[in-house]
């Protein structure tokens, strides 16, 4: 059988080349709507990750500005006053090569018992947070994907 005849046989009414040309098609329609269902789920679980990296990165700014808070030395300064602590005395400081040495001649610490120190009003005020800038933008609506 020739190529010719090959293009004008036909089974049941149809030609074999409509019947090869109409699989491949149904192959192909289908390839790409299983492509396309593929990449949307793919697309939505990308941008619920982006959402998740926004909010633990505002999260993190706000954790950053509660150190930046909690270290201030004016507050620590208050707190140490409220507290009755005092520097420490340049004959107790050591290098780190005798601290060795100052461990194994150490004894047993004996327990203290501390006495609660008066709170000033001012070191309270001290304490409270400070006005911050809201650096955190609003989220906008995302737009839904389309199917």
Do not use: C, W
Not at 26 to 53: C, D, H, M, S
Not at 83 to 107: C, F, K, S, Y
Request: zero cysteines.
């Amino acid at each position: 059988m020739s190529l010719a005849g090959m293009f004008n046989r036909r089974v049941r009414g149809f030609r074999v080349v409509e019947v090869v040309g109409m699989g491949m098609l149904l192959t192909l329609v289908t390839g790409v709507y299983l492509a396309k269902t593929v990449a949307g789920r793919e697309r939505n679980e990308i941008a619920r990750i982006v959402r998740e990296i926004e909010d633990e990165k505002a999260r993190k700014r706000l954790l950053e500005a509660e150190v930046a808070h909690l270290e201030q030395p004016r507050r620590i300064e208050a707190l140490a006053v409220a507290m009755g602590l005092q520097p420490i005395a340049a004959a107790r400081e050591t290098t780190e090569d005798a601290l060795i040495d100052v461990a194994r001649n150490r004894a047993p610490p004996t327990p203290v018992e501390l006495q609660p120190a008066p709170v000033a009003p001012e070191a309270l005020a001290a304490d409270g947070p400070e006005p911050t800038p809201a650096d955190v933008p609003p989220r906008a609506p995302q737009p839904e994907a389309p199917r």
